[in-house]
């Protein structure tokens, strides 16, 4: 480690700036945000700097930089900026802060600056400086976007109100382990009571016995949160958020290995993947299953492939789950038709070939009777069959029969979104065989209709893998 990070206190410090282009003004931008007294040195300024110093935020002083003086330019600043990019001003700058022991940065020189900024994450007064010391800038701004999104929206409401509640708390929790489990709580439960602030103002110490009464009963809540079609970076925020907090978490057989590894460590693991033909009990006891951790006031996430409401029976959990009064809430996630659309090239509704999209699953035996296959043998729409593998042969013939054309472009999208996703064209006829040909196993979605045939032209996820395009060799 060579740089120390530390936060300092510019306000109403004097801060010289030099140049006033695009990476000035975001300088600036950030010392204005501090009240810091800024003064801008350059030859001429952008409507930004101008804005600012009609607002009598900054003081702009126009001159030629090659002909500067900086010994010469009044009382010396606390910290100065160089941005101008003109390796006579940023030489004389460094030289003159050493001399003077001025911080100084000199922006893209880091053998010209004697303190370095950070990228910042800014929910003040929560603040997080990401530093490659001067190595990558680049990459502290991709590491800042991760925590931007990895980090709740509310935190600076809650860090706002714990600062003001410092002194209460201290007053009130005297001893400082159960001030330090107060504060633990208080940070780590979701559903945390943020007062307003005038009624935080006017009675205070009531509003602390709320909180503290409030964190004392706090009770458990379940998470129907949808982990995507398998590929991790499908994961939404929220998802990823909620399994990073929970205290159990109840998934399916679905939910591949890279996905549970972002799952809080310490989280208990309960796999109640279920396999076909015993789902009655099985789910009965997921229910109850999920009742029973809740209730013992713990955070749950029922983690579920693709999206927990589409063949997902996450109708049935939150019944059961009102049905105990058990607070719940619902992450959608992206459901196997999106991802495996996106990831083999097919645009569902292309408007050369579909008015509609369908999402079907070919899994219920019962309903295979009941369907209204002459509605789904129309043309100019797509069908998306979840579950399908199985009665492949019952949907290809029944299709046919009701009118639909033999040779409708199909695809079967096996794995799709994962790094093993195969992809599988052919036509509507060939669909039970090109499965058994190919061998093609579960989880697998098969869509049928025109748009089927994009996944030979634009399948740009596993293109150069030779499975792409196997086709029934007959
Ligand atoms: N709730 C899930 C669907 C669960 S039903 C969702 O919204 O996606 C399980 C079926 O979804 C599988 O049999 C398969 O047809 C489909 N499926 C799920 N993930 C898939 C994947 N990665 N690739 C292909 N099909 C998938």
Known sequence: MNYLPINIKLKNKTVWVFGAGEVAT?????????????????????????TWEAAGK??????DLEDIDISNLGKKPQLMVSATGNPIVSKQAYEFAEQHNILLNTVDEPDLCNYLT??????????????????????????????EKLLPFGLQKIVKQ???????????????????????????????????????????????NQLIRHNQTTKGKVYLVGAGPGNPELLTIKALQVMQKADVVLHDQLIPQPIIDLIRKDA??????????????????????????????????RLKGGDPFVFGRGGEEIQTLNEHGIDFEIVPGITAAIGCAAYSGIPL?????????????????????????QFYAKDK???????????????QERLITHGKNPEEPIAIIENGTAENQRVVTGQLSHLSELIQEHDVQSPALIVIGEVAQYAEQFNWYNKNEAITKLKLSA
Request: aromatic share 6%; charged share 25%; net charge positive.
């Open 268 to 301: 208990q693991m309960i796999d109640v993947g279920k396999s076909a033909g015993n789902h009655k009990t099985k789910q009965a006891n997921i229910n109850q299953l999920l009742v029973e951790w809740a209730n013992k006031g713990l955070r749950v996430c």
């Open 349 to 373: 509704t292309h408007r050369d070939h579909a008015q509609s999209v369908t999402f079907l699953t070919g899994h219920c035996q019962s309903s295979q009777d009941t369907i209204d296959w």
């Open 26 to 50: 975001r300088k600036i931008s950030a010392l204005i945000k501090v009240k810091a007294r800024i003064h801008c040195f350059a030859k001429d300024f952008n409507d930004a700097i101008s």
């Open 381 to 395: 729409q797509t069908l998306v069959v979840y579950m399908g593998l199985i009665k492949s042969p019952v949907l």
């Open 58 to 63: 900054l003081s702009t002083h126009q001159m």
């Open 118 to 147: 950070p990228a910042i994450v800014d929910r003040s007064p929560l603040l997080i400086a990401i530093s490659t010391e001067g190595s990558s800038p680049v990459l502290a701004r991709l590491l800042k976007q991760k925590i």
């Open 162 to 208: 714990a600062k003001s509640l410092r002194p209460l708390i201290k007053k009130k929790i005297k001893q400082s382990q159960a001030r330090r489990a107060f504060w633990e709580q208080y940070f780590d439960h979701d559903n945390q009571l943020i007062l307003d602030e005038t009624q935080f103002e006017e009675n205070s110490t009531q509003a602390v």
